[in-house]
């Protein structure tokens, strides 16, 4: 099957498709919310202590470019938010239920942009320089704590609270045993109810510990995935695989005021299962939903309803890697901008303007150059290491860990030395791709899900390194830049041509990074926990009417670009320069 073919396969593909295309060119956007605000601070601070009119022309020109993209930013996020909300209700109702906090939070960070964004527009001539560069500060601030909030649900899509990886880095696969599992908190009011003994056996269910109102266990993926698909589904425990672990013994014991009691904490009104005649009926009547509503809801304020997003085991990776990739685009946009002004640069220019475009360009230079050296040496390395660790089926994908394929780690060796990088071990080894079951994620218990294959599609490998090969030659183009600025050379016009498509090959090098992170979790939306099937609304639109809303998106872009033009680009033409 070929690499398009098989993407395909999975459920939701139109759907997939056009989440694919809102929220990356929202994301294409807010980089440069994120990156632009910072770098003006910077230029404030220089202009503080240099008092060089250059540096706060600087600052307001990435000010205004600051104001502009956050306009389009907030439009594209609303429309993605709406596109998530449609597309995805399933997912939509679980964060709201379960993960919800650092979704409110993010509509103060979201306020908190607004109102200094427009105190720097409206007070940029009413300001000190000090204040200023205070509110430049708040500015892109209030960006980054925005990302982080957004960031800390996507983490935990991407490796949930408690999840436990079914590889060791000596080379042990875990599959056998039911992993990967989740832990989670069983109420103690429903232990008696469970046969442990057969959950232990038949589920490979753990129990990890006790709290005064809960046990913890760690429950296998495919397991929880199909508890999540039977309560989104409608069915009630009777016809769940739950029905198999029932102690019906016990349960046969109880006196219908009990189980009623016990019905009322899950959220059930007696009404419901009135005219059952036993107990056992009863219980086996209640939803599956309502049980593991309140399973999750235990587990959430044992584990903290304000930081369960955050206690991601990738969110801190997550962050900087995220944040260093807004900085490089960012970083490597300005450049092409004062790049272009160099090479258009007429020689009867007025010397002011020519001392603004050659410092401005050699700022761009070191920025640009120092943010790629700490997104691919620093946050990339923890990123690296992230995966390796928590997700080791997208691992081995990326790598390429399989006989089948024409593996690039092969040929370049770095099969050898990439078990040191990310394990920081000499007797660690690569996870094998082909050692994987196919049908890990499957509950042998329930019916045929809907995907051939659990495994991370293997052609990550060939996206993962054209990324990282691209990123490469960005790197030593930035440092050759760099080196040459800071030795005070003007670089000749064949680099700095170079130097204007690089932010269309940093964007792409981003863009590649964020189809590893997305189509590497497949085929959950929350991985191990939701499948996206489950999450998809059940009355999807025609194939048609999605296409609309992605040429939507598509114009926006387009007109952002026009936008920039007209109000950045030709203002600070050398004939408009005063």
């Known amino acids: 099957m070929s690499s398009v073919a098989y993407w395909s396969s999975y459920p939701a593909t139109s759907d997939r498709l056009l989440s694919f295309i809102g929220i990356e060119i929202h994301w294409a956007i807010l980089q440069y919310v994120i990156g632009l605000p910072f770098m003006a601070f910077i230029a404030l601070l220089l202009y503080m202590r240099s008092k060089d009119i250059v540096w706060k022309k600087l600052a307001w020109t990435l000010a205004k470019g600051f104001i502009i993209v956050f306009a389009v930013g907030a439009a594209t996020g609303t429309a993605s938010e709406f596109g998530l909300v449609l597309l995805w209700p399933n997912l939509t109702e679980a964060a709201g239920r379960y993960i919800y906090f650092p979704l409110y939070m993010e509509v103060f960070a979201f306020l908190i942009e607004v109102v200094f964004l427009y105190m720097l527009w409206y007070g940029w001539n009413r300001f000190s320089p000090r204040s200023l560069a205070v509110i430049a500060f708040l500015g892109f601030l209030g960006a980054w704590y925005s990302a982080a909030m957004i960031l800390s649900v996507n983490s935990y899509m991407v490796a949930p609270t408690g999840i436990i990886p079914a590889y060791r880095p000596d080379g042990t696969y875990l599959y056998a045993e039911g992993y990967p599992k989740i832990a989670v908190y069983i109420p103690k009011d429903i232990i008696p109810l469970l046969n442990i003994t057969a959950l232990q056996d ?37 016809n769940s695989i739950l029905a198999n672990f029932v102690n019906k013994t016990t349960v046969a014991k109880l006196t219908p005021d009990t189980v009623s009691v016990l019905a009322a904490k899950l959220g059930v009104p007696s009404a419901a299962l009135a005219g059952q005649k036993t107990a056992v009926d009863m219980l086996l009547g209640v939803p599956v939903k309502n049980v593991l509503d309140y399973i999750l809801i235990t587990t959430v304020k044992h584990i903290g309803f304000a930081t369960i997003t955050f206690k991601s085991p990738v969110f801190p990776a997550t962050f900087i890697h995220v944040i260093g990739s807004a900085l490089t685009v960012s970083g490597f946009t300005v450049l092409a901008g004062y790049a272009l002004r160099l090479l258009r640069m007429p020689s009867e220019a007025d010397p002011e303007y020519k001392r603004y475009i050659e410092k401005t360009f050699k700022f761009a230079a070191v920025f640009a150059a120092l943010a790629i050296a700490f997104q691919g040496f620093i946050s990339g390395h923890e990123m690296g290491v992230a995966i390796a660790e928590w997700n080791p089926e997208k691992f081995a994908a990326i790598e390429g860990a399989s006989t089948h394929i024409v593996s690039l780690s092969r040929l370049l060796h770095t099969d050898k030395i990439m078990p040191l990088i990310a394990y920081g071990s000499l007797s660690a080894k690569l996870p094998d791709y082909d050692m994987i079951p196919s049908n890990y994620c499957k509950c042998s218990l329930a019916g045929t899900p809907p995907v051939s294959d659990c495994r991370p599609p293997i052609f990550l490998h060939y996206v993962y390194y054209t990324k990282i090969g691209l990123a490469i030659l960005l790197g030593l183009y930035g440092l050759v830049i760099a080196l040459a600025v800071v030795r005070n050379r003007k670089p000749r016009d064949f680099w700095l041509k170079i130097a204007v498509i690089a932010p269309v090959i940093a964007q792409l090098v981003s863009t590649l990074g964020w189809v590893v992170r997305e189509v590497g979790r497949k085929p959950w939306t929350i991985y191990g926990v939701m499948t996206v099937d489950v999450a998809r609304t059940f009355n999807p639109a025609p194939t048609w009417q999605l296409a609309l809303v992605a040429a939507f998106f598509i114009s926006i872009l387009l007109a952002l670009i026009y936008v920039v033009y007209r109000l950045l680009w030709v203002p600070g033409k050398a004939e408009n320069h005063v």
């Open 202 to 238: 038949r589920a490979h269910v753990d129990v990890l510990g006790t709290t005064l109102d809960a046990v913890e266990v760690a429950i296998p993926v495919k397991v929880v995935q199909q508890l999540v698909r039977e309560a989104w589904t409608g069915t009630i425990l009777k």
